[in-house]
């Protein structure tokens, strides 16, 4: 499961990707999604068993995605967690695991977001206004609220790659698949 309309929710925020504050935001996010997500799976793994290959993964162990990320990434960010890992962690040893041996993959999103309305995944808009492509069919696609946020959007084109590589790293300090 992945984080989608990411560019409409730091827009809505008066955020930005390129600043420390929409850094720090993303990183409260991708934990809130990504604790989450194990607390669910560790639920349904309570109510119907681990999944079949749970011995092939390092969840029985209580292996997180925060124990093998680039720890470079909290001189990035220096934003603490928020959430209680380590007793979620205990919690998953005593289960022998949770009920997915994978929870977090963040993709484009492209149909999806056509189809709902939203902005691409974790991505920032090219422009408030697309043209996007389904199959044969061509799609106009306007940013969502474009009229009341347009000047709080921030453009891909304006964004530094170094600023972008940041904060795909920031969320894969919370992501079990890259």
């Given at each position: 499961i992945g984080i989608t309309n990411l560019a409409?929710?730091?827009?809505?925020?008066?955020?930005?990707?390129?600043?420390?504050?929409?850094?720090?935001?993303?990183?409260?996010?991708?934990e809130l999604h990504s604790y989450s997500l194990h607390r669910a799976s560790l639920r349904l793994?309570?109510?119907?068993?681990?999944?079949?290959?749970?011995?092939?993964?390092k969840y029985p162990d209580g292996w997180l995605p925060i124990d093998t990320a680039n720890k470079f990434i909290d001189t990035i960010?220096?934003?603490?967690?928020?959430?209680?890992?380590?007793?979620?962690?205990?919690?998953?040893?005593?289960?022998?695991?949770?009920?997915?041996?994978?929870?977090?993959?963040?993709?484009?999103?492209?149909?999806s977001s056509l189809s709902s309305g939203t902005t691409n995944g974790l991505y920032p808009i090219r422009e408030i206004a697309v043209i996007k492509t389904s199959g044969i069919n061509k799609i106009p696609f306007l940013a969502p609220r474009y009229e009341s946020l347009k000047n709080?959007?921030?453009?891909?084109?304006?964004?530094?790659?170094?600023?972008m590589a940041e904060v795909y790293a920031v969320v894969q300090k919370f992501t079990g698949q890259g």
């Open positions: 409409y929710d730091l827009a809505t925020k008066k955020l930005k990707y390129s600043s420390l504050e929409g850094k720090k935001y993303i990183h409260r996010l991708a793994a309570k109510e119907y068993g681990v999944c079949e290959w749970m011995n092939k993964t960010v220096d934003e603490p967690l928020h959430c209680d890992w380590e007793t979620l962690r205990q919690e998953i040893i005593e289960n022998g695991g949770i009920r997915h041996s994978v929870l977090e993959a963040h993709m484009p999103c492209e149909s709080d959007y921030e453009f891909a084109w304006d964004i530094s790659h170094n600023d």
